[in-house]
């Protein structure tokens, strides 16, 4: 089987060779508290889109530094009684999908909430403090200049468990049968997500993102979704004076660090030939995690559509019905 990262044995056990900071968990229980003690300000408007499944909806809420963070929001119509829901995250410099591609989650009878990063293809902006408008490529290093309470994914990371919480708190929401699913960026933040938020009772992500950012360098694969690594060092560090300081902070917002969090049922989708988020890095989450995990390989895939993931996470949320 041709190669492009470890052989698969070796994925099996390979935990990551990023550092995590030591104040790592202090870091973010200290920001979830912060974010806890969140206004939301919640806005619900009805959207255009007409259908005989779900009534839909914009849910717009305030998150940290002020932002104006917008989710896609859809309730069954024949809902009886309090629905299972699921979250969903859309890919790097993307927006959440039409709302017509959530109708099949709606059918079966979730409440759907899917949103759109802060700086990226969406509806969600900032205001006040952090980046105004759209900075679509290069926010893995935003903020970095400015210290580990500035990174702007360490924000979108927030958006994740306040939108889990907003949608827990619905009075037509079961807090106690919500998931998660995306791929890309969006399996990084479904991570981040059932991390940040222990009640998460399932995840589904598909090749995650954000994950062991030494190991994407070392590899010099700090390219595409991983290219503000690299343009980073070259205008602000270019002898690598501050390597290891670097990557220390981005120890803060790498989803193997908080993996060991999650409570849930996970799900996990990878290719072996992926060249945007290497395998390795996509297992470092994985053989991190403690909790009910399993992962579906796809040897011949990297980081493109694979064939059933669709049906494959449908059918395994499903188990919240």
Not at 132 to 161: A, R, V, Y
Request: charged residues 25%.
């Amino acid at each position: 089987m041709p190669l492009v990262d470890m052989p698969i044995e070796k994925l099996k056990t390979y935990k990551g060779i990023s550092k995590k900071p030591a104040d790592f968990d202090e870091y973010w229980d200290n920001n979830l508290r912060l974010a806890d003690e969140i206004d939301p300000e919640i806005e619900i408007t009805p959207a255009a889109f007409k259908n005989p499944v779900a009534d839909c909806y914009h849910l717009y809420f305030t998150g940290t530094g002020k932002a104006r963070v917008h989710a896609k929001l859809l309730v069954p119509k024949n809902k009886v009684g309090k629905c299972p829901a699921v979250l969903n995250f859309h890919g790097y410099t993307g927006r959440s999908n039409d709302f017509d591609c959530y109708l099949g989650y709606a059918a079966a009878g979730f409440v759907v909430a899917a949103l759109d990063c802060r700086g990226q293809g969406g509806f969600s902006f900032e205001l006040g403090e952090g980046i105004c408008g759209d900075t679509m490529i290069g926010q893995i290093m935003l903020g970095m200049e400015k210290g580990k309470e500035n990174l702007l994914f360490k924000h979108i990371f927030l958006d994740t468990f306040l939108l889990s919480k907003i949608i827990k708190a619905q009075p037509f929401v079961d807090r106690e049968r919500v998931g998660a699913f995306g791929g890309s960026q969006g399996g990084a933040l479904t991570v981040v997500c059932a991390a940040l938020d222990p009640e998460i009772k399932m995840l589904a992500p598909c090749y995650p993102f954000l994950s062991d950012y030494k190991r994407v360098w070392e590899m010099d694969l700090a390219k595409a979704a991983y290219n503000g690594i690299t343009e980073y060092f070259r205008r602000y560090d270019p002898c690598h004076e501050r390597e290891d300081d670097i990557f220390e902070m981005l120890g803060y917002i790498d989803i193997k660090n908080l993996a060991p969090r999650i409570r849930g049922k996970m799900l996990m989708f990878t290719g072996l030939m992926d060249v945007i988020c290497p395998a390795s890095t996509q297992f470092a989450m994985y053989n991190n995690a403690e909790c009910e995990k399993q992962v579906a390989i796809y040897p011949d895939y990297g980081h493109e559509g694979i064939p059933y993931v669709g049906e494959k996470t449908y059918e395994f949320l499903c188990e919240l019905l």
